[in-house]
């Protein structure tokens, strides 16, 4: 911090937004994987529903899957992440 002088605080924040631009790309691939069992949604209807919304979008998904977070919570959620593929958390 002495050798960058008053600026240090600048690339603190530099440090600190790659490090978090990271782990935001790494979650959904390396992190919850290890932590959750993804499956495929079983309910055509509400897939067909989700991926038309994703199209309509502009998001390139082709299938969704749902993860049973009963045992980390029991609060009622839903969530969508994920890298290519989107997952929704039911």
Same mark, same amino acid.
Do not use: C
């Given at each position: 911090?002495?050798? /960058?002088?008053? =600026?240090?605080?600048?690339?603190?924040?530099? %440090?600190?937004?790659?490090?978090?631009?990271?782990?935001? /790309?790494?979650?959904?691939? /390396?992190?919850?994987?290890?932590? =959750?069992?993804?499956?495929? /949604?079983?309910?055509?209807?509400?897939?067909?529903?989700?991926? #038309?919304?994703?199209?309509? =979008?502009?998001?390139?998904? =082709?299938?969704?899957?749902?993860?049973?977070? #009963? &045992?980390? #919570?029991? &609060?009622?959620?839903?969530?969508? #992440?994920?890298?290519?593929? &989107?997952? %929704?958390? &039911?």
């Amino acid at each position: 911090m002495r050798r /960058l002088g008053k =600026n240090w605080w600048i690339w603190g924040a530099v %440090v600190a937004i790659i490090f978090q631009a990271v782990i935001v /790309l790494l979650y959904p691939i /390396l992190i919850a994987p290890r932590f =959750n069992k993804y499956t495929p /949604l079983a309910d055509e209807k509400i897939k067909k529903s989700i991926l #038309s919304m994703a199209h309509a =979008n502009g998001i390139p998904a =082709n299938d969704v899957y749902q993860v049973d977070a #009963s &045992r980390q #919570s029991d &609060r009622v959620s839903e969530r969508i #992440s994920g890298h290519r593929a &989107r997952h %929704v958390e &039911r």
